[in-house]
């Protein structure tokens, strides 16, 4: 009996090169509000949900994060991001992955931390059609990464069980997420987080890049 099994994706630094345009823009936003946080500790929580981000906030900072300045910060966050939106481009094997895996006829969501107010941009960059696959945002779902909901929703939208599923990301959230919910993840470095982290956090596989993952896809049930 053949397990039908499908991939679940992240996005930013998953499927487009857009980390960093992330961080710029949560710099300008907290900039904005008079709250001084380093570039690099803001990357070190791209990917996390807005709840959890705030909540670092005020542990790092001692300020406390209203649901007002929240809405704020979040507003001012999506109209950075979008002005930068230019700079944002599928990264190296994105749109042959998917491609694909389209062909193989094997499913595929993508499922972000992101609000459609940003994903959109992305998924624009990738230049694919939003209504061919599911597209899972975190307007849909409770609870966003590291919390499994968002992948949860992903494996429902496309029918089949988060065991069979796996996860890619570039992330330490993407890949605890997937544990919680008893998927297969696996790590890209596109984002930048190291290959250590990614495998502690519970990648069972680390790649370059899409394009990377592509080339070994025979590894992670990647199979026509």
């Known amino acids: 009996m053949r397990i039908e099994h499908a991939f679940l994706f992240d996005l930013d630094g998953t499927l487009v090169d857009s980390v960093y345009q992330h961080v710029l823009a949560w710099k300008e936003a907290l900039d904005a509000e008079g709250i001084d946080l380093s570039i690099w500790r803001i990357h070190r929580k791209i990917g996390m949900s807005g709840g959890l981000f705030t909540n670092q906030l005020l542990r ?32 190296p094997g994105a749109s042959e992955l998917l491609r694909w895996l389209s062909d193989a006829k094997i499913p595929f969501a993508i499922a972000t931390s ?12 990738l230049g694919i059609d939003p209504d061919a696959f ?28 988060t065991e069979n599923s796996i996860v890619v990301g570039d992330a330490i959230w993407d890949m605890l997420a997937a544990t919680r919910c008893r998927a297969l993840g696996v790590g890209l470095l596109s984002g930048g987080y190291g290959q250590e982290e990614l495998r502690d956090a519970g990648a069972i596989r ?19």
Do not use: C, S, W
């Open 134 to 161: 599911p597209v899972i945002t975190r307007d849909k779902v409770k609870y966003a990464k590291p919390d499994p909901d968002l992948f949860i929703a992903a494996a429902e939208a496309l029918g089949v069980a």
């Open 60 to 91: 790092e900072t001692g300020i406390e994060i209203t649901d007002k300045k929240n809405e704020r910060l979040r507003q001012l966050h999506a109209e950075a991001y979008r002005r930068l939106g230019a700079q944002i481009h599928p990264l």
């Open 114 to 125: 992101g609000r459609m107010e940003t994903a959109a941009v992305n998924i624009a960059a």
């Open 206 to 224: 680390v790649y370059e890049d899409p394009a990377d993952l592509l080339y070994h896809i025979d590894e992670v049930g990647g199979r026509r």
